[in-house]
């Protein structure tokens, strides 16, 4: 019998991914969700429905910031490992509800430390973000350098999480590992996200919104290699530890949209737009610390996870077709 993970945000993109990774290793997962309505109820319903099939999958609905929710969802037996993925998610949206973000991202962050600190978990998983390197300019992006200026609500939450986590470490002894995910795309990815954003309106015919002038750079980490990273840190060294999980390439939004139309051979339309306020030009990993200390070695370069991208979305993403284009 394998180790008892408790995963929150277990019904969106990367909790889905991760529960379905450990439970077909052997593990117990217990999840909780409180399907924010960001996007469809419907498409993290499909999520869960992957997951349902195994018997040691254990599901709660509820918020994070409830502890009367977190108490019932601790009663089934002991917990190994909490992974904390849930979240309000996006940059942009961030603008528009920074107090939504905090109240969610950091006080329910700051609940969820204090229920494991006294239920006495031996390790934590944190997402946090590349966002909360902000407009550095040093690139690629090294867990040391400076992250105390954020360009957005999102970020400035992602950091704070990470305070947090630092602290609680620092008062309890707790071990604690911060994941910094790079633009995680994949099947199943949230609809708002450009690469599944701009492959809906290609089939659609619609024309893409590209904020700037395309030679914005993003490090594009496909879902199989975010997972080998978040197991992977079940090894980190003891205390506190910060690793990026980015594929360590980047690539330009206008070459993005090109592997798209090669994908899919469908020429696109764009309309580009001025850049949104919290855009950074550049996300960059070194991913040379995950390498030596969790063994990171992400295997899918992007013009591959596009084209395993684009082959879900033609033959599985009929539960994805709703939501909005966006970052």
């Known amino acids: 019998m394998g180790d008892s993970f408790y995963i929150t945000g277990v019904a969106g993109f990367i909790g889905s991914h991760v529960a379905e990774r450990l439970l077909r290793r052997g593990d117990r997962v217990h999840g909780l969700d409180n399907f924010d ?4 109820r419907s498409m993290k319903e499909g999520n869960l429905a992957s997951l349902s099939v195994f018997p040691e999958f254990r599901f709660t609905e509820g918020d994070i910031r409830d502890r009367a929710v977190l ?8 917990v190994d490992v909490v992974i904390h993925l849930a979240a309000k998610a996006g940059v942009r949206p961030s603008l528009r509800d920074p107090v939504g973000y905090a109240d969610v991202n950091v006080l329910g962050t700051a609940r969820l430390l204090e229920w494991a600190r006294h239920r006495g978990v031996p390790r934590i998983l944190f997402a946090s973000s590349s966002s ?3 407009g550095n300019r040093k690139v690629p992006f090294a867990e040391e350098d400076p992250v105390d200026h ?5 970020a400035a939450t992602k950091k704070a999480g990470e305070l947090l986590c630092h602290t609680f470490c620092h008062l309890y002894g707790m071990n604690i590992v911060s994941l910094r995910f790079f633009t995680v795309y994949g099947p199943r990815q949230r609809p708002e996200m450009a690469i599944h954003a701009f492959t809906r309106s290609l089939f659609e015919g619609r024309e893409l919104p590209m ?5 914005s750079r993003r490090d594009y980490t496909y879902i199989d290699d975010v997972v080998d990273g978040v197991l992977g840190a079940l090894s980190a060294p ?3 530890r910060v690793y990026n999980l980015g594929e360590s390439s980047t690539i330009s939004l206008d070459d993005l949209v090109a592997l798209l139309e090669r994908s899919t051979g469908i020429r696109a339309t764009r309309k580009y737009l001025p850049p949104e306020p919290g855009d950074v030009p550049v996300t960059f990993a070194d991913i040379s610390r995950a390498r030596a200390e969790i063994g990171y070695a992400p295997k899918v370069p992007v013009e591959e996870g596009v084209r395993r991208f684009v082959e879900w979305y033609r033959n599985d993403a ?3 077709q ?4 966006g970052r």
């Open 71 to 78: 108490a019932e969802w601790g009663n089934p037996g002991p």
């Open 211 to 215: 904020f700037g002038d395309g030679g």
């Open 238 to 240: 003891p205390g506190y």
């Open 318 to 320: 009929g539960q994805f």
């Open 322 to 325: 709703a939501g909005g284009g």
């Open 132 to 134: 909360v390197y902000g």
């Open 37 to 40: 309505p960001f996007y469809d």
């Open 150 to 154: 954020p360009v957005s609500p999102y």
